[in-house]
């Protein structure tokens, strides 16, 4: 930083959740001096109660993460997913289909693994500060920038700035820096909130990830390292907010009827967390020296567990695009440079949001005459070998032109 409280890198982030600094530590790990700006302080980050998530780590990712070094420190932490069964709710008395995805009748013989937030958070936070090519700045609010000249330049609430050759927006579906630069969104609501939390249950899971459909929306059953499983449950907003203000005793009660049997006891273990959920899509996932990248270019539904995975594809197709620019003497922030990640993710990861989409507005609803449809795609997806195995391929996240670094290649 110079006397005129100016901080210099080679390139910008805002955004220190997981995207952010999963770029920052792929660049740096190619030679980039990086500046990560976050609004809250790494310990507010750190703290193992921050998010209650748990994560479907594609295999994709899972080898994204090899390359940056945190795989092998995570992978004992995570819980393999041997198998992935999808079903109508119960939302009457008769029950409905059930779809079977097994990943040993893939070539991978497998298509991930379900990670705590807490554990990927901190192996990433724990990485950047081993980093000397990374500076983080936190906490620090971005109120403005500026992408006009030869450098973009973020001014900050405490009166310093970033200055670099490209601002990169990992801050979020309400992107602040993707707005700073005249890029518009759309949004579509769903009336829906995910409540999420943790059980622990008498029987074993046996790896299996359960996504049942109910009226009100998706409810994803995920399983963890020993007895214990993660709850994604989506419902609609004034459902969510009864069942979220009900006691722990009534809440457990409200789940294991959801649950059935097939777990035996079950009890809450640890907080209750509750999100709005929405589709988010930013217009543009490019601009002069900006790059949208994770949320901020695509948030999406938690229905199919691939909003994460969507954004490490993102971080491994931006830092393919920067780092061969540079090694050709490119400047890394043109525009025609930032247009090939644009056009290396924006069609694909608008069609996997607008699918999730429709997913999930086929499902939850309680129509009889779309109920026996859903049934009935249920039933021929489930007979049809390349359809299931197609579906199994892009939750592994192979589908595609997969960059190095999803490919487990350093750059």
Known sequence: MNGNGIIRADVAIAGGGLIGPALALSLARAGFEVAVIDRLAEPVRADPDFDGRAYAVALASAQLLGVLGLWRGLEPLAQPIRDIMVSEGAAGSRPGAMLHFDPRETEAGRVGWILEDRFLRRALLEAMDAEPLIRQIAPAEVEGAAFDGPRARLSLADGRSVEAGLAVAADGRRSALGAAAGIRRQVFGYDQTGLVNAIEHDLPHDGVAYQSFFPGGPFAVLPLPGNRSSLVWSERTAEARRLHALPDDLFTEEIAARIGPRLGGIRLAGRRWAYPL??????????????????????????????????????????????????????????????????????????????????????????????????????????????RRGFMREAAGLAGDLPRMLRGQPL
């Open 278 to 387: 929405d589709l988010t899509l930013a217009e543009r996932y490019a601009a002069p020296r900006l790059a949208l990248a994770g949320d901020a270019a695509h948030g999406v539904h938690p229905i199919a567990g691939q909003g994460m995975n969507m954004g490490l594809r993102d971080v491994a197709a931006l830092a393919e695009v920067v780092v061969e620019a540079a090694r050709r003497g490119e400047d890394i922030g043109a525009l025609d440079v930032l247009e090939r990640y644009q056009r290396w993710r924006r069609f694909d990861a608008t069609a996997m949001a607008l699918g999730m989409d429709a997913l999930n507005r086929l499902f939850s609803n309680a129509n009889p005459v779309l109920r026996g449809v859903r049934d009935l795609g249920l039933a021929l997806v489930g007979r049809i070998g390349p359809a």
